[in-house]
Nanobody
């Protein structure tokens, strides 16, 4: 069982920045690929970014590439999502997720391929 805790969401004006954090008390996150998903009402969760286990390959949705940066701090056992140049369409609840299957070290694309989720953190970008 992997417990995930997100933090760092909030209200920001368009063009601003936020940094989200994903922690996992009692679990070494470095072993796992970690994905960030975004959900807005009426839509499926969309994967915005992912970082694999070693060597830490990163991937991004087209809508956030060049504005968002995912990173891993092994000493802090934390995965971050730095979000810059935020747009109103970035508004949503952001979740970090872990794939608990045999391919736990690889990034997967779809929300249903992930087994463990945090409670989510709300990001609201005003125009």
């Amino acid at each position: 069982q992997v417990q995930l805790v997100e933090s760092g969401g909030g209200l920001v004006q368009a063009g601003g920045s936020l940094r989200l954090s994903c922690k996992a008390p009692g679990t070494t996150l470095d072993y796992y690929a970690i994905a960030w998903f975004r959900q807005v009402p009426g839509k499926e969760r969309e994967r915005v970014s992912c970082i694999s286990s070693h060597p830490g390959t990163t991937s991004y949705a087209d809508s956030v590439r060049g504005r968002f940066t995912i990173s891993r701090d092994i000493a802090q056992n934390t995965v971050y999502l730095e979000m810059d140049s935020l747009k109103p369409e970035d508004t949503g609840v952001y979740y970090c997720a872990v794939n608990g299957g045999n391919d736990y070290f690889e990034c997967r694309e779809e929300w249903y391929e992930y087994d463990y989720w945090g409670q989510g953190t709300q990001v609201t970008v005003s125009s």
